[in-house]
Every structure is written in C-alpha cells, then in structure tokens.
C-alpha cells in the first residue's frame, strides 16, 4: 500500500502542478492579451491624434494660402487702380501742356506774321501791338 499512496501522492502532486501551471499559463496570457490590448489602444490613440494634427495643419496652411492669396488680389486691384489714377493724370497733364503749347505756338505764328507784315507794310492795323515774343521792345 505504501507504494499505492506514494502513487496516490505523485498524482495528486501532478494534478496540482498541471493545475498551477495552467492558471500560471492563463494569468500570462491574460497580461500579454491587456498588453497587447493597451498598445493596440495607444497605438490608435497616436493614430488619431497623428491625424487630427494634419487636418488641423492641412487647414491652417489652406487657411494661409487663402489669405495669401486674397492679399494678393487686393493688392493687385489697388495697384492697378492707383496705376490707373497715375495714367489719368499723367494724360491730363500731357494734355493741358499741348494745348499750352499750341497756344504759345499759334501766338508766335500770329506774332511772326504781324511782324512780316509790319516789315513789308502790309500791316493794315493802324495800332500794333507787338505780339511776337521774339521781337525787341
């Protein structure tokens, strides 16, 4: 009988490994499963904060460029409109010295002509007034 107990005593002794050595085996199953759990969670935690942080930049830099170009166009409307103005004036002023000097012009003419007349006594003009701006008074 004592080799029936001594038997009975590694069996039981075997049953109670197998049954510790299964719940070791399921508890580090169970830390590697909450493992691989928390970094799958964290992975896609960084994931999505990863992606947030480029939509957020993809419209900040739309938001950028937009502005950018808006400051663009309106400066372009201002310098034309100023280069508008510019040409406006630089056209009235062109203008107002032609006539200026058409002026000047016709009145030198009137002043050559009275004084070719004057020199060869054809001027019927009983009092001349010198006109001419080239003659000495």
């Known amino acids: 009988m004592a080799s029936n107990n001594t038997s009975q005593n590694i069996s039981n002794k075997a049953g109670e490994v197998t049954g510790q050595a299964q719940a070791k085996k399921d508890d580090v199953m169970n830390k590697a499963s909450n493992a691989a759990q928390s970094a799958k969670d964290c992975a896609n935690e960084k994931a999505s904060n990863t992606a947030d942080a480029a939509q957020s930049a993809k419209s900040s830099a739309q938001d950028k460029a937009s502005n950018a170009a808006q400051s663009a166009k309106d400066s372009a409307n201002e310098t034309k409109d100023q280069a508008g103005g510019i040409l406006q004036q630089t ?34 003009n009983t009092t001349t007034s010198n006109n001419n701006p080239l003659s000495k008074n």
């Open 91 to 124: 056209g009235e002023q062109v203008r107002s010295m032609a006539q200026g000097a058409g002026e000047q012009v016709k009145s030198m003419a009137t002043g050559a002509a009275d004084a070719v007349k004057n020199t060869l006594g054809m001027n019927q």
